[in-house]
Nanobody
Framework: QVQLVESGGGLVQAGGSLRLACALS????????MGWFRQAPGKEREFVAL???????TYADSVKSRFTISRDNAKSTIYLQMGSLKPEDTAAYFC????????????????WGQGTQVTVSS
């Protein structure tokens, strides 16, 4: 059974940085395309960033140049380095995985983590 476990969330002041991690319980981690999504209270879940199994990255316009997604295949883990954080970045952050395609659409991902909360104070 594939499991995803996020970590690294917390409370940070505006302008600060935070790094999220997501570990996948699969030895075939390198075959998976991985994504980060977020959901703020009262809003729909939205795409943040993705990294293909080949290491190609894509970002939402709202986080481009502030966030960096990366992967460490040896650790079966992806990361989301978040900088210049804004109060509007406050949300629950979810990682997702799928071996079939890399996509900014949440319905294209088969596996999801439970989420980690990021709160940015002004």
């Amino acid at each position: 059974q594939v499991q995803l476990v996020e970590s690294g969330g917390g409370l940070v002041q505006a302008g600060g940085s935070l790094r999220l991690a997501c570990a996948l319980s699969e030895r075939t981690f390198s075959y998976y395309h991985m994504g980060w999504f977020r959901q703020a209270p009262g809003k729909e879940r939205e795409f943040v960033a993705l990294i293909t199994r080949g290491g190609i990255t894509t970002y939402a316009d709202s986080v481009k140049s502030r966030f960096t997604i990366s992967r460490d295949n040896a650790k079966s883990t992806i990361y989301l380095q978040m900088g210049s954080l804004k109060p509007e970045d406050t949300a629950a952050y979810f990682c997702a995985a799928d071996p079939r395609r890399a996509s900014p659409k949440e319905y294209d991902y088969q596996y999801w983590g439970q989420g980690t909360q990021v709160t940015v104070s002004s």
